[in-house]
Structures are given as structure tokens and as C-alpha cells.
């Protein structure tokens, strides 16, 4: 039997090695809505939201309940894939604004739903490699892997916003952020549907037995 401290290193490595993008699309998150009103709230609401529901999905799975079937999981793309052309279209408009145009508070900070419609997304994948987990780590094994990832959330935010705060960062993104966001967030829509076949045929129940290449792979992390 796995000891408790067992499953917390397990679950802390498993998290950190699947949600290591995540980090990125925090920091461009939290650049897109510096200086604006509620920005650190709904980039962490946002968060949780979009990771309670991996985890919902998951844990349903693996103890015989499928909300999601296999082969929607690719459909997920579609979601930071259209974030993004919005976010690439508001760009396209405001490319001739000034650099020291004052940005108004009151539309700077990303949606909580965008936010957790991105991490869910991003995370889809992620659902194939849980379910086993869980599943073979039965209701208290799974409970402290859920509590686990979701104590890590936290730090993972909180690694997201130091990034984008940080002086060198901060000035690249605050410069970039607007190309870097819609740009990340089509690349990850495309190879979410690319990674999960559905230009080339998924199979159901390919995803408790492959594990697509996140972008977190495809950048070196």
C-alpha cells in the first residue's frame, strides 16, 4: 500500500507535469489584465473552475460514470481556438492605439469563463491520464490526488502572476502580450485538435491509452 506521503509526491509530480503550459497561459492571462480591476480574482476563479471540472470529469470516469465522451475530448480545441481569433480580431482593432494609451480599468481583466474555458481545454487531454489514476487509487486515494491538484492550483497561479509582474517579463509581455495571447491560444486550439486526431480519425478510448503531446511538450517544457 502506497503511504500518504507516497501519494502526495505521485500527485504533486503528476500535476506538475501535466499542467506545466499552464503556467505560460497564466502569465499571459495575468499581463493581459495588469493595472485592470479584479484581474488576480477571475484569472484564479477562473482557474479553479476550469480544474474542478477536469477533475469532475475524470473522477466520474474512472468510477463508471462518462459525461464526456471520448471523442468529444478533441472538440475541446474549439474553445482557446475561438478565444483566441476574438482576442486576435480585438488586437487587429486596437493595433494603432499608442503604447501609452491609459488601458480602462474596467475591460482589461480576462472573464472568469474565459479563463476556466481555457484551462479546461488545455486540460482536456489530462482527463485520459487521471482516469486510470483514480481509478486504481480508489475514493481516498482519488480525494487526496484532487486535494493535492487543487493546493497546486493555487501555486500555480500565484507562479503565473510572479512571472508576469516581473520586471524583464512584465515589459515583454506588456509589449507582446496582445500578438502572444490570440497567437498561444489558436496554436493550443489546433493542437488539441490536431493531437487528438480529429483531422485524422479518433478513436474512443484512445485517451486512457495515449497521452497527446501538450504544449508544454512542443515548447521544451
Keep these: ?8 509526491v505521485q500527485a504533486a509530480a503528476l500535476f506538475a507535469v501535466t499542467n506545466i503550459d499552464d503556467i505560460l497561459l497564466l502569465a499571459l492571462f495575468f499581463a493581459r489584465g495588469a493595472g485592470a480591476a479584479h484581474t488576480a480574482r477571475n484569472v484564479t476563479a477562473g482557474q479553479y473552475l476550469g480544474f474542478a471540472g477536469i477533475l469532475a470529469v475524470a473522477g466520474a470516469a474512472a468510477f463508471g460514470a462518462t459525461f464526456l465522451p471520448d471523442h468529444a475530448i478533441p472538440y475541446l480545441g474549439l474553445l482557446p481556438l475561438a478565444l483566441g481569433v476574438k482576442a486576435a480580431v480585438q488586437a487587429w482593432r486596437h493595433r494603432n492605439d499608442g503604447d501609452d494609451d491609459a488601458r480602462d480599468p474596467g475591460t482589461g481583466a480576462p472573464g472568469i ?6 484551462t479546461f481545454a488545455n486540460g482536456g487531454d489530462n482527463i485520459g491520464v487521471y482516469v486510470p489514476v483514480f481509478a486504481t487509487a480508489g475514493v481516498t486515494g482519488t480525494a487526496s490526488y484532487a486535494l493535492v491538484f487543487l493546493l497546486l492550483t493555487g501555486v500555480w497561479v500565484a507562479a503565473g502572476r510572479y512571472f508576469a509582474t516581473r520586471p524583464l517579463i512584465a ?9 502572444l495571447l490570440p497567437a498561444v491560444l489558436i496554436g493550443l486550439g489546433v493542437l488539441i485538435l490536431a ?3 480529429l483531422l485524422g480519425g479518433w478513436t474512443p478510448g484512445s485517451a486512457a491509452g495515449h497521452r497527446a503531446p501538450r504544449l508544454g511538450t512542443r515548447l521544451g517544457g
Design 1 to 8: 500500500m502506497i503511504s500518504a506521503v507516497g501519494i502526495v
Design 113 to 118: 469563463l474565459e479563463v476556466a474555458a481555457v
Design 195 to 197: 493531437d487528438g486526431r
Design 171 to 179: 515589459r515583454a509581455l506588456s509589449r507582446w502580450g496582445h500578438v
